[in-house]
């Protein structure tokens, strides 16, 4: 039992150049996440996906893109890489349940990927 | 407004005892969560707890608690009998919308920062 994997855990890019960040969970779990953390910062969702085949916009989702065309993996697309996306992306899953008349929610997040865009 | 406030950018808490970060939040979403995460020095983000709106008591996992104040708007954790182990940026979040799909806004507050001594 894995959770939750990221590859690769570092990349450098120049600007314009295009790449994948790879995520994939082992739990079975519906949801899935893509963040950003530039440094000082909390996390920022950049997109996400409810279940197999669906995804939404996040916060910040320009100048990305992201499939989820199976239940555990999660891909993350920079079209265009700037230096503006230089960050640590991590990738999240989770899982909610009701019980106890209490909406439970458990999340688990990867590695993370230390991005440089020069 | 700022969505997510956590006001103590640092903390000290002696070994073996109680501390609490606050966090107080904004929103008019009646759906709603609230997130704690924690972040060593390693980089790595783990989930503690969470706490949805319409939840009547609040919650715990182990030796964390979320203090929910709804009419105060605020949701605090509660970490007992501190360990060495719990220095570390701790995270408060919001989720604004539905798990299940569509709209979902997740907001991060500031981090605080948590030193236990021996």
């Known amino acids: 039992n894995a959770g939750v994997t990221q590859t690769p855990k570092f990349q450098v890019l120049k600007t314009g150049q295009s790449m994948t960040l790879q995520c994939a969970q082992d739990m079975n779990h519906n949801s899935m996440y893509w963040y950003r953390q530039d440094p000082g910062m909390g996390l920022r969702l950049i997109y996400y996906s409810a279940s197999e085949g669906t995804t939404d916009k996040g916060e910040v989702p320009d100048g990305y893109n992201v499939s989820r065309l199976k239940k555990q993996n999660f891909l993350l697309g920079l079209e265009s890489a700037a230096p503006s996306q230089t960050s640590v992306y991590f990738c999240?899953?989770?899982?909610?349940?009701?019980?106890?008349?209490?909406?439970?929610?458990?999340?688990?997040f990867g590695p993370g990927t230390r991005l440089t865009v020069l | 407004a700022q969505k997510i406030t956590q006001t103590q950018p640092g903390m000290f808490v002696q070994e073996k005892e109680a501390v609490t970060l606050d966090c107080t939040y904004d929103?008019?979403?009646?759906?709603?969560?609230l997130f704690w995460y924690k972040q060593p020095s390693s980089g790595e983000m783990i989930f503690l707890i969470y706490?949805?709106?319409?939840?009547?008591q609040n919650a715990t996992e182990g030796r964390y608690s979320l203090n929910f104040q709804k009419a105060r708007k605020s949701a605090n954790l509660v970490i007992s009998a501190s360990q060495l182990g719990d220095s570390a940026m701790y995270f408060c979040a919001m989720r604004e919308g539905s798990f299940s799909g569509g709209y979902q806004k997740v907001t991060f507050g500031t981090g605080t920062k948590l030193q236990v001594i021996p």
């Open positions: 706490q949805g709106s319409y939840d009547q």
């Open positions: 929103t008019s979403d009646p759906s709603y969560g």
């Open positions: 999240a899953s989770s899982y909610s349940s009701q019980r106890e008349g209490r909406f439970k929610v458990e999340q688990f």
